[in-house]
Structures are given as structure tokens and as C-alpha cells.
């Protein structure tokens, strides 16, 4: 009985409150406590901390930190036991301890065994702690990746015969590096096991390499294999500038002594990037360490105090960075977000490109519905699921009044819904003028950006009426709907096609295409001038093209 209440107490471990794209706002339940994700846990290392344990919680906020079991081992050995983890490091928050695996990669095999690993975790009384993997790193060959993902499973199913607490939350790492297809069965073998947590290991050094693109595909591949629902950790990710990114990926939770190190290094973060102290005329940040101080100053510093105070710094900008992202997803606004931010660094705007390989993935994960309208600023918003989700439901599921035999195109107008226009609204007098009875013949569509067409029945559908679109379009932007126009009347078994042509935002563009489309399909078409359009001559045109069509 008390096995099975444990059972079911895991699977309620990780509850999900907010969604936005992949990310998620989640409550993550520990024996020591619940923390709210996303979250960056910063790294502690006992021997060398800058701030301390309790300072890092009471004073920055954070409720989490990881620390190495495997460093604690080699040069605390029992104390930590024996103290209890939390007495140990003065933290009473939750505490996650990694396995040593970092450890291997950088200095090769150490001395310990995976089923130690494992005791040793238990023995101090961790609240969230991790196999002892095999990290793949980034140069391995690929006979080495399959060993480590190997060798990670087989120690990952020895946990289930070791351990003998039920009350920890155990991290299942995924390996595989840069090998998809590896990374992929690590993550489908990995995720049958019961472990609470997921992590993909063995990024550190494609992020320190600026590769977002890379780990793009990496957390995607991985996220794609594993139970979704589950929380992901992303190892040794601690730049604020890349997660968002990462969250919007589906990670929940960082962790990084970044912060640490960047300080004794004199680097100086920012959400948009780093900069080194010594560069710097003035602080770009009004945090309680840089509203009292200037560069110089900091500069004029003792070598530890100097290190403490960026420390600080760091760990201030890393967690209001969240707090911003958190809010983002609450509103949202995630995906205007990372537009923002990955204007911050041309490798962060590649990387949220490479999101265009897993739209569908990204679309049928993300809410259909939000309290807000979106921005579109440019083609890169084509990616989002919102736009991906208008095109693959008008494929999938629209299809016209059976009554429709001609098709009239019009290009959208400032205000929306399009249909309550002043130019919609003259243009449905005439039609009802000329047409009468006969009015469902014509069937009006919108083309539009970024969603493409727009049947005007659907056109205050969410979110085809809540968004705001830059103008004059860019030429991506433009041949999008261009394509699905031409993709929707090739579909479609309209007798004619009419088009009120805008050549002030469209070119040729859709001229062009509509002409092709029909010319290939073997239907009528014809277009008219937008500029005429409420002219006489444009009505009169209209109406003798429709009567034409109407007679035969
Ligand atoms: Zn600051």
C-alpha cells in the first residue's frame, strides 16, 4: 500500500499550470519542497563556493541548487551522510546532485562505480539525484556514441534493482551527442524507464560553441522520444541569453555554475549577451549590486570581492530572465519573445530558424488558443504554430459551400475582422446587386500574412483577426501566401477565379501565381486593379465579369 501511494505520488510529481509553445509554467514536487519551472538550479561547489548556499536562496530567490555527489564523495566522503546534505551545505531548499558524469567527460574515467553512485546519493539524502552516465561529448566517433548509450541504459536499468528509497526523484540522462538517429533511441529507451525526470546530456560544449542551431535539433530529438509531459533538464546550460530558447524547446530545468565562472573571468552577463567588465563605460542593469556602482569602481575592487559582486550580478540577471520568460508564457507572448532575443546574437537567430524542421512538432504541442493577438514582424514568424496550424487545418478540413463556383480573392485590410471593412462591406452591396438570389455562388477569400488565405466565414476565428502584421511584407513573407494561394485553388474545384489585385503590398506576386495556378488547372480567371476599386469602372467590371460567368 505504501509502495503503491508512493507510485502514485510520483506521478504527480510534475504538474503543468501554463503552456506556451513547448515551455512550460510547472510545479515540480520534492520530499524537500515544490519548486516552480522553468528553473535554473546554480551549481554549489562546497570547495570553492563564491556565495553561499543560504545567500543564493534567501537573497536571489533561488529554490533549488545541484551540487556533484561524486565531488562530494572524494573530498567530504561520509560527512556529508552523516550531516544530512541540506545541514551540510546550509540549504533548505530543494537540492539536485549530479553523478560525476561531467567529470568523465572532462578528465576521463574516475574512480568510483555507478552502484556506489547511487547508495552514496541516497546515503546524503538528496531530493533529486542522477545515474551515473555515460557522457557522449561532442567529438565522439559514432562507435563511441553507441557505447555511451549503451552503457547509459544498462546502468539506467540497474537503478531499478539498486536504489531502495522511493522518496528521491531520479534524472534518466539522454546521450548520444551529435548523432540524431543515437539520440533518438536513447531517449525511446531511456523514456520507458520510470524515472521522473529526463535530461539530455553532453550539451555544454555545442552551447559554449554557440551551436544553438545543433542543440536545436538535439533537445527536439529528444523531446520527440520521450514522454513529453515529463520535465526535462538540459545540462550545464546557464547563459540567460539562450533560455528562452530552451524553454520554448520544453526544458524545465538549468543548471550552471556559469555565473561563477564568468565571474572569475570578469564577465559581465547580460539576458542579450556577455561583456567583459573591463569594457564597459556603464552598467545595463538596475539590480541592487549595479544601481550602487560603476564599472570602474568594480574594477578598482579586491580580486574576490570583484568576483563575488559579478557572481551576484550573474545570478540576479539569470533568474529576472525567468521570471520574464514565465510571464511571456503566461501571456502568451513566448514566441515575440525569442524573436527578441535571438536578435541578440546572430547564432540564437539561426537556431530559432532551425525551428522550421519541427513546426509540426512545435504546432501540435502548443495551446490553440491565448489571451493575446500575435505580433508578426517578419518571415521567421512564418515558423509559428499558430501560422503552421491555420495551414494544415484549411488542408485538412476546410473545404467551400457546396454552392461556390467562383472565387473571389481580396487582399486583407487594415482592419480586422476583414469582413466588417468599409471595403468589404461596399464590395458585398455590389455583389449582393449584382447577384440577388444567387449570391452563394461567389465565395469570398481573404489572402493575408501571415496566415495565407482566409475564407471570410473563418475570418474571426482565433487567431486569423488578433494580430498585427508589419507592412510593407517582406519577399519570404509574400511568397508564402502566395503559395497558399496557389496550393488553396489547386485544392479546391472553384469554375472561376477573381482577383482584386493590391499591387502596393503584393507586386506581381499573387497576380502571378493565381494566373499559373489557373492556367494549369484549366480555370477561369480574372483579375482587377485594387487601385480602381471603388471606382465605377472597377464595379462595372466586376459586375460585367460575374454576369458573364453567371449567363452560362
Ligand atoms: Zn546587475
Not at 573530498?75 to 567529470?103: C, W
Not at 536578435?343 to 519541427?358: E, T
Not at 476583414?418 to 469570398?444: D, G, M, P, W, Y
Request: overall charge positive; aromatic content about 10%.
Amino acid at each position: 500500500m505504501r509502495v503503491y501511494s508512493f507510485c502514485l505520488g510520483f506521478k504527480m510529481a510534475f504538474e503543468i499550470k501554463e503552456r506556451d509553445l513547448l515551455a512550460r509554467i510547472g510545479r515540480l514536487k520534492t520530499k524537500h519542497g515544490t519548486i516552480e519551472t522553468p528553473l535554473l538550479f546554480p551549481v554549489i561547489n562546497p570547495s570553492i563556493q563564491p556565495i553561499s548556499p543560504r545567500r543564493i536562496r534567501e537573497v536571489f530567490g533561488y529554490e533549488a541548487l545541484i551540487t556533484n555527489a561524486y565531488i562530494l564523495k572524494k573530498h567530504f566522503q561520509n560527512r556529508p551522510a552523516e550531516k544530512g546534505l541540506h545541514k551540510f551545505l546550509g540549504f533548505d531548499g530543494v537540492i539536485m546532485t549530479d553523478s560525476g558524469a561531467y567529470q568523465i567527460l572532462v578528465y576521463g574515467d574516475i574512480e568510483t562505480t555507478p552502484k556506489e553512485i547511487i547508495e552514496y546519493q541516497e546515503q546524503i539524502d538528496t531530493d533529486i539525484a542522477t545515474i551515473l552516465d555515460w557522457p557522449t561529448g561532442w567529438k565522439a566517433t559514432r562507435k563511441h556514441a553507441e557505447q555511451t548509450v549503451n552503457e547509459t541504459l544498462k546502468r539506467a536499468k540497474q537503478l531499478f534493482k539498486t536504489k531502495t528509497r522511493e522518496d528521491i526523484l531520479w534524472v534518466g540522462p539522454v546521450q548520444g551527442g551529435r548523432y540524431l538517429d543515437l539520440v533518438a533511441k536513447s531517449a525511446l529507451e531511456m523514456g520507458k524507464l520510470p524515472f521522473q525526470i529526463y535530461a539530455l546530456g553532453s550539451p555544454t560544449e555545442v552551447m559554449q560553441s554557440y551551436r544553438f542551431d545543433v542543440l536545436v535539433d538535439m533537445i527536439m530529438t529528444a523531446k520527440m522520444n520521450l514522454p513529453v509531459e515529463k520535465p526535462l533538464h538540459l545540462f550545464g546550460a546557464g547563459h540567460p541569453f539562450m533560455f528562452s530558447l530552451a524553454v520554448a524547446l520544453g526544458c524545465d530545468i538549468f543548471d550552471s555554475a556559469a555565473y561563477a565562472i564568468y565571474a572569475r573571468e570578469n564577465r559581465y552577463m547580460t539576458e542579450y549577451g556577455t561583456s567583459r567588465l573591463n569594457e564597459l563605460e556603464y552598467f545595463p542593469c538596475t539590480c541592487p549590486k549595479c544601481s550602487k556602482t560603476t564599472p570602474k569602481e568594480v574594477l578598482e575592487m579586491p580580486q574576490k570581492e570583484r568576483e563575488v559582486f559579478l557572481a551576484e550580478h550573474n545570478l540576479y540577471v539569470c533568474i529576472s530572465e525567468l521570471r520574464r520568460i514565465k510571464q511571456a508564457i503566461k501571456d502568451g507572448r513566448l514566441w515575440e519573445y525569442l524573436e527578441l532575443r535571438a536578435h541578440g546574437h546572430p547564432a540564437l537567430l539561426q537556431a530559432l530558424k532551425k525551428l522550421k524542421k519541427h513546426e509540426d512538432f512545435i504546432e501540435k504541442h502548443s495551446p490553440a488558443v491565448k489571451k493575446s493577438g500575435l505580433f508578426f514582424f517578419n518571415s521567421v514568424g512564418l515558423i509559428r504554430p499558430e501560422v503552421v496550424r491555420h495551414r494544415k487545418r484549411l488542408m485538412e478540413r476546410y473545404s467551400p459551400p457546396k454552392e461556390a463556383k467562383i472565387l473571389l480573392l481580396i487582399p486583407q485590410t487594415r482592419m480586422k475582422p476583414f469582413h466588417k471593412s468599409q471595403e468589404l462591406k461596399e464590395t458585398a452591396k455590389l455583389l449582393q446587386h449584382i447577384l440577388k438570389e444567387r449570391l452563394n455562388e461567389v465565395h469570398t477569400c481573404f489572402y493575408a500574412a501571415p496566415f495565407g488565405v482566409i475564407p471570410i466565414e473563418l475570418d474571426e476565428v482565433y487567431p486569423l483577426s488578433q494580430h498585427e502584421t508589419v507592412l510593407p511584407l517582406d519577399k519570404e513573407t509574400v511568397e508564402y501566401v502566395a503559395n497558399q494561394v496557389a496550393n488553396y485553388i489547386s485544392r479546391m474545384n472553384y469554375e472561376m477565379v477573381v482577383l482584386l489585385h493590391n499591387p502596393e503590398n503584393w507586386n506581381e506576386t499573387i497576380l502571378n501565381t493565381c494566373r499559373k495556378t489557373c492556367v494549369r488547372k484549366n480555370t477561369k480567371f480574372k483579375y482587377l486593379n485594387i487601385k480602381e476599386k471603388r471606382s465605377k469602372v472597377m464595379s462595372t467590371r466586376l459586375e460585367k465579369i460575374l454576369r458573364e460567368k453567371l449567363s452560362e
